[in-house]
């Protein structure tokens, strides 16, 4: 058994390389969120990309109002709340988890808002329109995927042709540096791509913390050109935050957003 180190969300964590089974991960992974997922890891939503991140700052969605939008990985619906209310047409929203996907529609009913939530794993065909979305974008869940080449194609097949595809996650570099005694230290092998669990409190998740260039060419593979990559943290943000991960978010980027669009 492979014990090793890695750092999830701001703190650094213990973890256990295990076999990439997609049917075990997908399971793992469901009854984290349908369990705990949101009180252990929290829920990150727009406007925010990320711990240091803001659409209102990078403006990469632009207006709209008349369009169809996707979000994978929905959580607790508060990203599409946000696009409802800057009066998206059609909200369309997709989750692995039945709880995450509940708690969107309760979300977004007592918001007088309404959209078409789908549970499924996002590498799944789940009966999505082709061609059909002017946007689809998804707030830290997109690193959650078992297939990143898979999943990117199915979203190019959601889009109409010169759609967005607009996504966040933590960032590789960040996954691998933790903050000790107002010093950065390399925990992890930045090129170490393998699955792995961890246990927090008593519940489990199961990632793999991809590089960037991974990201970036399985983009280029689905037929995506990127228009806009973001690393650099908001200082008013920053300046809003006295703690060790804003420190470090000082020195490195946490978080990564990228627009591409489908050629």
């Known amino acids: 058994m492979d014990k090793r180190t890695n750092v999830i969300g701001g703190g650094e964590v213990g973890a256990i390389t295990v076999d990439m089974d997609q049917h075990d991960i997908h399971k ?15 829920a990150t939503s727009l406007p925010l990309y990320g711990a240091f991140v803001s659409e209102e700052k990078c403006q990469l969605f632009g207006d709209v ?10 959580g607790s619906g508060h990203s599409l709340q946000y696009q409802g209310e800057r009066h998206a047409a ?8 039945e709880n995450q996907i509940e708690k969107t529609r309760q979300h977004l009913t007592a918001c007088g808002l309404s959209a078409n939530l789908i549970c499924s794993p996002m590498e799944d065909e789940c009966g999505i329109p082709d061609n059909y ?3 689809v974008y998804s707030v830290y869940a997109i690193g959650w995927t078992t297939d990143l080449d898979g999943t990117f194609g199915r ?17 590789p570099i960040h996954k691998c540096v933790a903050a000790e005694d107002n010093r950065l230290v390399f925990k992890k092998n930045y090129f170490d791509e393998s ?26 593979k689905a037929g995506f050109v990127i228009e806009q990559l973001i690393e650099e943290s908001d200082d008013d943000i920053m300046q809003l935050k ?22």
């Open 195 to 220: 699955w792995y669990s961890v246990s927090l409190g008593e519940s489990t998740l199961a990632l793999s913390d991809r590089k960037l260039s991974t990201y970036v060419n399985a983009l280029y």
């Open 65 to 74: 109002s008349g369009k169809k939008l996707l979000e994978i990985g929905c």
């Open 90 to 97: 059609e909200l369309w929203g997709m989750d692995l988890s």
């Open 155 to 171: 979203i190019a097949s959601y889009l109409k042709k010169d759609g967005v595809f607009i996504f966040s996650w933590s960032h």
């Open 28 to 42: 793992t992974n469901s009854l984290f969120w349908d369990t705990t997922g949101n009180d252990v890891l929290g």
């Open 242 to 263: 006295d703690s060790d991960f804003a420190k470090k978010a000082k020195m490195l980027p946490v978080t990564f957003v990228i627009k591409a669009r489908k050629l």
């Open 133 to 135: 979305f002017d946007f």
